[in-house]
């Protein structure tokens, strides 16, 4: 008859395999929990951002109209409507150098003009900000529409 001594290393080989799969599921799981705060954290710095441009571009609308536009942030298009481009730390740039744009639409419906912004991400074209803003035109009524004659 053979006497089979058993040191145990199989046994300990197999519960340091276990641990090992363990640490690295454990790894793994951590390592998808930071790249998603991170994403979530740049998508919140990104609207934040979207949001203050968007307030800037109505503002310069309503007070110099769209001279202003392309004046201030470059806007190219035409009066009704156009694109301004940022770079990634939101400074004005060139479509080729761009990370963000906003998009520009503006309609007139009597004496109110209303223009809409909508600011997107380029690299995936996510929208991050929409802006409806109103403006009263300086036209002096006639007589007529205000009910004196």
Known sequence: MKSKRDSGTALFLMEMIAVVCFFILCASVCILVFVRANNLSRLAKDTNQASLAAESVAEVWKAQEVQGLTERFGMSGGQSSGVIYWNQQWESADQEEAGFA?????????????AQIRIVRL???TELFTLTAKRLLNQQPNRKEIGYE
């Open 123 to 125: 690299e995936d074209d």
């Open 102 to 114: 906003a998009e520009f639409t503006a309609a007139r419906e009597g004496r109110v003009e209303e």
